[in-house]
């Protein structure tokens, strides 16, 4: 049974002038104090701001920064791998017609590209990329790369979407170093009865890893010729699988022995296991 006393309402404080206005008025002027330029060295406590006043002031980004896209051309091969990996589907391939005697020209590019006298190069749909990193962290030749700029909106939609050419990283940023690493972890596996000796296989591979050999099988009395694959070019961008018309060909997990090669997108220096960062 409850008493009297404890039904009973509380009693509520009344808050004057003082405790109402006054006190919270003088808590907020300390706080500006503390920040303000010139004084907040007189102030205790006193620091610098945490606040930036931008557009005015730039803001100090990490290097690692994932802001506008950055495409070495020297070092794309048109894999498409990045596209693939996309986790929005926002980015797309666009062909350039070259020279025989371009400078984009230095690592290799698809047979059938080279036939028709193109490259492929990547464009962003800005407005619907997340940044994620996706596309730098498995591209095999280390061309897709993000820089701090930041400053991306625009007032139409289609003002968003930058063509590759845009996105061209400058001459003289680019290292022009071949890279070729497989960092999506897969190979092609053939299925030698099943193929039937297109070469579609061949001609799209961009790295030209593939050599089309004779196999078990006959057409007319004479061997279907099927692809053989150097893996220590492949860098498992699917192509192969992709073009395949009778579906003979097929993608597998690969292991890795170490992981040299491997770049944190966040970080800089080579991928290391967590046992290894632990100081000894």
Request: with cysteine.
């Amino acid at each position: 049974m409850k008493s009297p006393k404890s039904e009973a309402e509380p009693r509520r404080r009344k808050v004057g002038t003082i405790g109402g206005t006054v006190r919270p008025l003088i808590a907020t002027i300390k706080q500006t104090l503390v920040t303000m330029p010139g004084i907040n060295r007189l102030v205790p406590g006193g620091r610098k701001p945490v606040t930036h006043l931008y557009p005015y002031q730039k803001v100090e980004l990490p290097l690692a920064y994932r802001g506008q896209h950055s495409i070495d051309w020297f070092k794309c091969i048109g894999c498409e791998l990045c596209a693939k990996v996309c986790p929005n589907e926002c980015i797309y391939f666009e062909f350039y017609e070259v020279e025989p005697t371009s400078e984009f020209l230095h690592p290799s590019r698809a047979q059938l590209d080279e036939m028709k006298k193109v490259i492929r190069r990547p464009a962003v749909d800005i407005g619907h990329c997340l940044f994620c990193g996706n596309c730098m962290e498995y591209c095999p030749t280390d061309a897709w790369n993000f820089t701090q700029e930041f400053e991306l909106a625009d007032y139409a939609r289609e003002d968003l979407y930058y063509r590759a050419d845009e996105l061209r990283m400058p001459k003289e940023n680019s290292d022009k170093e071949i890279v070729l690493i497989n960092r999506i972890g897969e190979h092609p596996i053939l299925e030698a009865d099943v193929c039937i000796g297109c070469k579609k296989c061949e001609r799209e591979c961009p790295t030209r890893c593939i050599d089309m050999l004779d196999g078990p099988n006959d057409r007319k009395g004479k061997p279907i010729v099927i692809p053989e694959f150097d893996y220590t070019k492949c860098i498992g961008c699917q192509q192969c699988v992709d073009v395949c018309p009778v579906d003979c060909l097929h993608m597998e997990e690969i292991g890795y022995k170490d992981l040299e090669g491997f770049y944190h997108i966040n970080l800089q220096g080579e991928v290391k296991l967590l046992e290894e960062q632990v100081e000894k």
